[in-house]
DNA sequence: TATTGTTATACTCTATAACTATA
DNA sequence: TATAGTTATAGAGTATAACAATA
């Protein structure tokens, strides 16, 4: 069969990408986290006090998404909300929270070592340069 | 604000992806090809003949999802389904389908010589070195 | 007026199980 | 028994528009 993908950095790209997402949701799901969960619970983890609208811009999701994304952290006792102005709401992580942000940032790590393992050597330190590159690029092809 | 996926390869690829995506997407949208369909016409195109099946085990899409993703092709009268025995169909372009599958190549290959383009002249030739070890890597990682 | 957050809704892709028909 | 394809259904993530409340 011919694969007319093969060379294709996007193509690859993607099937990289999605392949790296079921390891890692795999993962995840005996903490009970979805991967979008995850990434939120983190960046409260890092960043005590932030806003929606913060998340919002760093992880590149929807407001109207990220409502019940939130809220469902917060109903499972994960997050809480701080009432900085009449709009806007610190996010902190609850002590549950925080354990269970510390137990995510081990799964995080062991699941980025053991994919740093497989690569050869003399590619490792390529990997980040080369990734920033591709998203770099492709946020410039769009505009 | 702290950023904790900057260093994290696995985070920096899904972010490159989904941007590559999300600019292949619209370049695709004005032929009136969704990304799935588009590497599912491609690959017919460079295979005339392949089976269902085939397609599945090439683009990692299930079998439950392909049918009615090549029914929406034929329907749009771009692929044909040759009987090859009682169980199995061979499919094959359509001239209309032929036509749109160069147009599609067309899109691709603009898409990814603007992407590389935009990569820093001394990290092309590792791109796709870099994303096949990563691909891989996600795939021992998995097992 | 612009921003923050919410609600409602729809779309795309994916995941699973059960089923028919055929090899 | 295993394979090819189908059907039905649910889930996760994303996208858009409209809205209220506040800065």
Redesign the interface.
């Known amino acids: 069969?011919?694969?007319?993908?093969a060379?294709?950095?996007?193509?690859?790209?993607?099937?990289?990408?999605?392949?790296?997402?079921?390891?890692?949701k795999?993962r995840l799901a005996p903490i009970g986290l979805r991967y979008t969960e995850s990434?939120v619970l983190?960046?409260i983890?890092?960043?005590a006090g932030?806003r929606q609208s913060?998340l919002v811009t760093?992880l590149?999701i929807q407001r109207a998404n990220m409502t019940p994304l939130v809220a469902r952290l917060v109903a499972r006792g994960l997050v809480s909300k701080l009432r900085l102005d009449g709009r806007s709401q610190g996010l902190v992580l609850t002590d549950k929270g925080q354990d269970l942000c510390t137990t995510a940032?081990t799964v995080?790590n062991a699941?980025?070592a053991?994919?740093?393992a497989?690569?050869?050597l003399d590619?490792r330190d390529?990997?980040?340069?080369?990734?920033?590159?591709?998203?770099?690029?492709?946020?410039?092809?769009?505009n």
Do not use: C
């Open positions: 069969m011919i694969d007319p993908f060379e294709l950095p996007g193509y690859v790209l993607r099937r990289a990408s999605v392949s790296m997402m079921e390891a890692f795999a990434t983190l960046l983890g890092a960043n932030i913060d760093a590149a940032r995080v699941h980025e053991d994919v740093i497989q690569i050869p590619m390529k990997v980040l340069p080369v990734l920033r590159a591709l998203w770099q690029a492709a946020e410039e092809v769009s």
